[in-house]
């Protein structure tokens, strides 16, 4: 089975970057970051797809977060810059077999890690 493991979170002053990582135990599948603060919905953030250069973007993330993977395509990053306390979650990485590209929502995704915390401070 798929199993996922992702660290980097962090405690960051606002305008600071963390990179999460995440490795898979398989590779080519589709690959995303989300994150879930208390009392709200899990979100989409980031994708890439199998093929390592496609990606999608939460609103918004655009323009500051980049998602990335290695070229065997077994771990993904997430590079966050600028960050904001709006940031302030657990982010968790998650994998599917196959990329929606229509949406990215969590029902798509039955692979999940354990989740990392990232928190952003004013």
């Known amino acids: 089975q798929v199993q996922l493991v992702e660290s980097g979170g962090g405690s960051v002053q606002t305008g600071g970057s963390l990179r999460l990582s995440c490795t898979a135990s398989?590779?080519?599948?589709?690959m995303a970051w989300f994150r879930q603060a208390p009392g709200n919905e899990r979100e989409g953030v980031a994708r890439?797809?199998?093929?390592?250069?496609?990606?999608d973007y939460g609103d918004s993330v655009k323009g500051r977060f980049t998602i990335s993977r290695d070229k065997d395509k077994t771990t993904f990053y997430l590079q966050m810059n600028s960050l904001k306390p709006e940031d302030t979650a657990m982010y968790y990485c998650?994998?599917?077999?196959?990329?929606?590209?229509?949406?990215?929502?969590?029902?798509?995704?039955?692979?999940w890690g354990q989740g990392t915390q990232v928190t952003v401070s004013s």
């Open positions: 890439i797809y199998p093929n390592g250069r496609s990606t």
């Open positions: 998650a994998a599917t077999r196959w990329c929606i590209p229509s949406r990215m929502v969590s029902s798509d995704f039955g692979y």
């Open positions: 398989i590779e080519a599948y589709c």
